[in-house]
């Protein structure tokens, strides 16, 4: 499925005053600029003409790839939070401009982001050279437009790697490195070959020459992550790995340890509907290409759910289970407290504690998890896929990919039937880019 970009921008000279808008869209593979508009308005205001700056852009995506998914960004707060449902639309005017804009597209396949003025500098010359043609009496022509002259490709200073394997500051500077690299003739370096992972099938590509070609584009699809911002990079296509937290069971709104050594139970009614309300949300998006899931009934049963809505099979990874408790099983924190004072107090303190009774500590989850994920990625690369795992594992994910402190994973929250979102470069750098998502639930 292709992505596009669309920066979006209107003004007008005086508000109301003489108006007009621009928008570009762009691939967000590529980077390269596909299609730009621009128009006079007469006169109008100027959160009209930035709402009509969006309809043109996303118009213009429409026109390029019906199927494709489209990442807005604009520097009017105004239009970004209205159609990302977070504000109201009360103006009569812009009333059906947006919901003309919500049409375009079906609902889940258009993002929204806020961007500063000096981040939309295309658009912005556009709408520009828009309202001074029409101060002319004329109307905007693209063969006469110098907007696209205004975004320069950013440069990228020489990184110093350095850091423990995995650490995120060392794989943000190799993604630069190699974008550093990638810039000098004949630099790039050649694909690794493909390493098969016992126990995961994948699928071959049909056509070598093919799969090349979308490698390359793919390659260049990480362009954000070699520096702040957008700036441009070539890491290979990421394996995304979409996070989701079983729904509940009888023992999650009690709050008691959960983990693979206790009775494993399964959803309940609630947890059950929560399954069901991810898969909905799941489907419209219609991203996941793959299902993997921990080998506990409350799992296995929430993937089922979400596999059955998605028609894909799915797979069992005993490496996605939840951490051992031990004698913990089954016990909220207060009876653990009162029992076990002494563990319960080493085991907030170091990551090498173990709970009572012989279970796991999350230095072994740890472990755990970062080999299951060197697995997947490997089996799973350029491809979404769908984790349905638990707590620990998720936070873990997460805590690994910024890099963070083991402590940290007290400091996160994560609710039933939660998704978040890590993407991971060839590099070893990850990306995170969604945690404890629960939209689907309200």
Not at 42 to 55: F, K, S, W
Not at 95 to 116: C, N
Not at 175 to 194: D, H, I, K, Q, T
Not at 326 to 344: C, I, K, M, N, Y
Request: glycine share 8%; net charge negative; aromatic share 4%.
């Amino acid at each position: 499925m292709r992505e596009f970009i669309v920066e979006a921008d209107g003004g007008s000279r005086g508000n109301p005053g003489p108006a007009g808008y621009g928008a570009v869209v762009s691939d967000a593979a590529t980077g390269e600029t596909l299609r730009e508009a621009a128009e006079y308005l007469g006169v109008a205001t100027n959160n009209v003409a930035e709402y009509r700056g969006l309809l043109a852009g996303l118009r213009a995506a429409h026109e390029l790839d019906p199927a494709a998914t489209v990442h807005v960004r604009m520097d009017s707060k105004l239009v970004i939070e209205q159609m990302s449902g977070r504000w109201k639309i009360k103006h009569p005017d812009m009333k059906p401009l947006a919901a003309d804009a919500a049409r375009i597209f079906p609902p889940g396949r258009v993002t929204y982001e806020w961007i500063p003025r000096e981040r939309n500098k295309h658009a912005d010359r556009l709408a520009n050279e828009a309202m001074d043609a029409g101060a002319r009496g004329e109307q905007w022509s693209a063969s006469t437009s110098t907007a696209d002259l205004d975004t320069p490709a950013a440069t990228v200073a020489p990184p110093e790697p350095q850091g423990p394997p995995g650490d995120a500051t060392a794989g943000a500077a190799r993604a630069r490195e190699a974008l550093v690299a990638s810039r000098a003739p004949e630099s790039g370096p050649s694909s690794p070959a493909p390493r098969s992972v016992p126990g995961v099938t994948e699928q071959p590509d049909a056509d070598a020459d093919a799969g090349k070609a979308k490698a390359d584009a793919d390659a260049r699809a990480a362009k954000a992550v070699a520096a702040p911002g957008w700036a441009p990079a070539d890491m290979g296509a990421p394996a995304t790995f979409v996070l989701l937290r079983h729904g509940e069971t009888p023992l999650t709104p009690q709050k008691r340890f959960s983990g693979s050594g206790g009775s494993d139970p399964a959803l309940s009614d609630i947890g059950r509907d929560q399954a069901e309300r991810a898969a909905a949300l799941l489907a419209r998006r219609g991203t996941i290409q793959a299902i993997v899931s921990s080998p506990l009934a409350r799992t296995r049963e929430t993937a089922g759910i979400v596999a059955a809505r998605l028609g894909l099979d799915v797979s069992v990874d005993d490496g996605l289970r939840e951490t051992d408790f031990g004698a913990w099983e089954g016990l909220t924190f207060a009876e653990v407290r009162e029992r076990h004072p002494d563990d319960l107090n080493a085991w907030l303190a170091s990551p090498d504690a173990e709970p009572t009774g012989g279970g796991e500590s999350f230095a072994a989850t740890a472990t755990r998890i970062a080999a299951t994920r060197d697995k997947l990625v490997a089996a799973y690369a350029g491809r979404t896929v769908l984790l349905v795992t638990h707590v620990t594992p998720i936070k873990t994910l997460v805590r690994l990919a910024l890099g963070a402190p083991p402590e940290s994973l007290f400091r996160m929250e994560l609710s039933a039937a939660s998704l978040s979102v890590v993407a991971y470069y060839a590099d070893g750098n990850a990306s995170v880019r969604l945690l404890n998502d629960t939209s689907h639930l309200r």
